[in-house]
């Protein structure tokens, strides 16, 4: 990883879409156990992917990582921390008006 | 997706010719049932923290209680809830105030990212953590995020509304916290998620005629998996103390006033979903403030002081800079940029204000876990 370069990586995925009544999820898993770091960028190749409602679908496909430069990945260890509210649920988008 | 149909037209045979044309019309009903929903895009963030840390913990210090509570959680009390029955009534979307039906969708969509959110973080850490206690712990609450995610998703579906995961194959950035502001953030947010649901779900079993919608019949349970969430992480804090003294009781207040504070700013801004509901949401921001205060004694040193003359005043500025921005980025130009800039310096002096009023100071009790009693 340079200071300043990023660099592209090509992994197998599987992504994982539950449409069910009982979950609704979406994960995607790297085959290789690849794993991102801070500031990484993750695309899954391919056109859209919606599994019908009250069906799962997986289906394997590629993800492009974008790694994050050694600078990148240091001011998002630094930064990060301050969208740490996000996780808090206020049921309520942040739109003042509708 | 459906192949493309082939033309009656280029059909070589009568019999051919029907069986596309009765292609056509099965797919094209399927295209209109799917188009006539609007697309609802989930926009979920992507959180990496530091794995190694996670897996230093040590639960040993807590394990009854936690052993208990993992127990609890294994055998699954709410898993025949989340399921529509008779109590689900008719709703009348079409006779819906505008206004209402307006933000009373982006109370569901919010909720459903929330708990959407919820669920890649937990689902993460399971992954990629190896300590046995802690990638159990995420598991079951990744379960009951993903459970109340799609219970959310039906009601939506209901209204004519289809979550799009299009995020799935669009660039995401992954962002980074530390543990310690997972712990503390989380833990707030299902403690007051507990309060805020059971808060409504209290107000409308005394006054039924203001539930408009059957889903808040379900807050009850829903809001007992937030509990039962908020306990773990309040047993995780407690097998390290230093993560509730010291200095990092400053991070603790900085953490309660903002939950308060956005809370109090985000309920304001939905006026049509408070008065449906029969809810004033002055009071109910300090019904939810007294309620998870009271909570957090059992793990915080600290609670914040609501009743300070100087809170509920600040708030309301608060509010009224909030809005101010809001107005500024609309109407643009210098003169929005300015009065953007007024009511974000505006926003801060009151956050600051907020912040040093002197909290109230209490023992940690020595045995952490709790019941919902609300």
Redesign the interface.
């Known amino acids: 990883m340079g200071l300043l370069t990023k660099e592209i990586e090509r992994v197998p995925c599987t992504?994982e879409?539950?449409?069910?009544?009982?979950?609704?999820?979406?994960?995607?898993?790297f085959n290789d156990g690849s794993?991102?770091?801070?500031?990484?960028?993750?695309?899954?190749?391919?056109?859209?992917?919606?599994a019908p409602?009250g069906e799962i679908v997986t289906e394997d496909r590629e993800a492009i990582i974008?790694r994050a430069s050694k600078l990148e990945q240091l001011w998002?260890?630094l930064t990060?921390?301050f969208?740490?509210?996000?996780?808090?649920?206020?049921?309520?988008?942040?739109?003042?008006?509708? | 997706m459906n192949a493309p149909v082939k033309h009656s037209a280029d059909a070589a045979t009568v019999e051919e010719g029907l069986a596309i044309q009765e292609e056509q019309a099965r797919f094209d009903d399927d295209f209109a049932t799917e188009t006539a929903m609007s697309n609802t895009l989930l926009t979920p963030r992507f959180y990496t923290t530091d794995f190694d840390e996670l897996d230093a913990i040590d639960v040993s210090p807590v394990r009854e209680d936690w052993d208990k509570l993992i127990a609890q959680m294994v055998s699954d009390p709410n898993k025949g809830h989340f399921k529509k029955n008779e109590d689900w009534d008719h709703v009348d979307w079409d006779g819906m105030d505008p206004a209402l039906k307006k933000e009373f969708i982006d109370f569901l969509i919010s909720s459903c990212t929330a708990e959407f959110s919820g669920c890649v973080l937990y689902k993460e850490m399971k992954r990629r953590g190896n300590n046995d206690d802690i990638v159990q712990l995420f598991q079951l609450m990744a379960r009951d995020e993903a459970r109340h995610a799609g219970f959310i998703n039906d009601a939506l579906r209901e209204a004519g509304l289809r979550v799009n995961l299009g995020f799935l194959t669009q660039s995401k950035k992954y962002t980074y916290f530390r543990p310690k502001f997972i712990y503390y953030a989380t833990y707030l947010s299902e403690k007051i998620g507990y309060a805020r649901y059971i808060t409504i779900f209290r107000h409308l079993e005394a006054n039924p005629e203001h539930r408009f919608h059957p889903i808040f019949k379900w807050f009850e349970e829903w809001c007992n998996d937030e509990f039962s969430h908020g306990e773990a992480f309040a047993l995780l804090m407690k097998t390290d103390p230093r993560l509730t003294s010291g200095k990092n009781v400053f991070w603790i207040k900085f953490f309660l006033t903002a939950v308060y504070a956005t809370m109090y700013v985000r309920d304001h801004q939905r006026p049509a979903f408070h008065k449906a509901l029969g809810v004033d949401p002055d009071w109910y921001a300090h019904e939810v403030f007294t309620k998870t205060s009271e909570l957090t004694k059992q793990i915080f040193p600290i609670t914040l002081n609501i009743d300070h003359p100087r809170w509920q005043r600040t708030l309301e500025a608060l509010h009224r800079a909030n809005v101010q921005i809001a107005r500024a980025k609309t109407r643009g130009g210098l003169g929005g940029k300015l009065s953007q800039m007024a009511g974000s310096a505006r926003a801060a002096w009151c956050f600051a204000s907020l912040y040093t009023i002197p909290a109230k100071k209490h023992r940690v009790p020595a045995s952490t876990r709790l019941e919902p009693v609300y």
């Not at chain 1, 794993?35 to 919606?50: F, L």
């Open positions: 992504v879409i539950s449409h069910k009544f009982e979950s609704l999820h979406a994960h995607v898993r794993v991102v770091y801070p500031g990484d960028e993750v695309r899954v190749q391919g056109p859209e992917i919606m409602f974008l998002t260890r990060g921390d969208e740490v509210m996000e996780l808090c649920e206020f049921s309520f988008s942040e739109e003042v008006t509708l």
